[in-house]
């Protein structure tokens, strides 16, 4: 017999012998099979049949504090006056004398126009002065002849009885006398008209030493020397002076809504990119009847503007960190309400039954907190806010509403209280 026949019958005498016995326990699949799905059955049975959790609510506290209302504009700092220094001479500039950042006095020489043509005037103008007075001396000379001619005429006459000479010599005479009055009259004319002339071109050259109007710095200069500068239609600016930026103006553009909040003497803050985070102080100078788009109304006919008014604030720049042109964000107080019950707004905005099963709106707790876009309750209305109670279920108080700075909404009501828990929403995931 072969290795390979005694080796199966072997294995047939083992299976024979095994017969009737119990199989092990990791032997039986199937029986740990349906005991699984047995499992797994009861306990979804009990997900479905058992009790939903109670939902996860997101609360804040009531605060009792004062609202501080605030209106923001945007706008840029300038000096309180600025001035810009134009020529009214035209002609080549000879010096500038000044630069940018360069502090000024009131009077400084600060450039110089060339003067040759102008002195070219002045000397003629005196050339014609003299003429002119010249021309006064002798119609006074010819004047002094005719008056003693008429007086020897009278004096003749007069010895005569009336005689000599005749009445038509006499009128002569006296005619030639009102002529030479008129003469004189005429030269002396010349002479004042000579006169503004001269003044004129001495002007002129005055003028050719562009100087400062007030003591302050300078801003911009727009000349160099060499450079012609025409004045014949406007008047071409050399410079732009700050009178001083210890004090400094911030003219910002206020929404049409927020104009009516804003008055002269209230106080703001600003900020601007160059220091971050640092806040400056303000206060309201003035604020502008009229509106931006007053002037172009009659020249635009279509289309939809964005109206807004000008307000001044009044800036102390002693430690001189500001600059004219920075842009700056302005915050102005315009009301503080005292200490009031102060609820979030998305406690105002909560309704229980409406849930949100994909943690939408109700699953970020900052919902209604700082959504400065979303509708403001009206001042005086009637809204409901909810507490939690120790059982879980939500209590309901009726509140009035007041007045809101679009995160937070003064309220009145007898059953709320401060550091009491409101509900503003519920937590995703939570139910």
Known sequence: MSTTETTANDGDIESYLDTGKPKKWYKRKRWWALGLLLILAVIGITQCTGEAPPPDYITADVESRSLDLTVTATGSLRPTNQVEVGSEVSGRIDRVLVDVNDQVARGQLLAVINTDVIQDQINQSRANLNAARAQVAQAQATLDGDQAQLARLLEVQRLSDGRVPSQA???????AVN????????????????????????????RAAVRSPVSGVVLARQVEPGQTVAASFNTPTLFV?????????????????DVGQVEVGQDATFTVDAYPGRRFPATVERVDLASNNIAQQAQQQGGQQVVSYEARLLVTNSDGLLRPGMTATATIATQSTGNQLLVPNGALRFDPDEEDESGGIFGDPDFGLERNDEATIGVGSRQTVYTVAEDGTLNAIEVVTGQSDGRFTVVQSDELKADMQVVTGVRAGGQ
């Open 241 to 257: 002076l700050a009178e001083s930026l210890n004090t400094m103006q911030l003219r910002v553009s206020l929404d049409e809504a």
């Open 169 to 175: 010599e006499i009128d002569q005479a006296e005619a």
């Open 179 to 206: 002529r030479g009055r008129a003469s004189v009259a005429a030269a002396l004319a010349n002479v004042s008209a000579v006169q503004a002339q001269l003044s004129t071109a001495q002007t002129q050259s005055q």
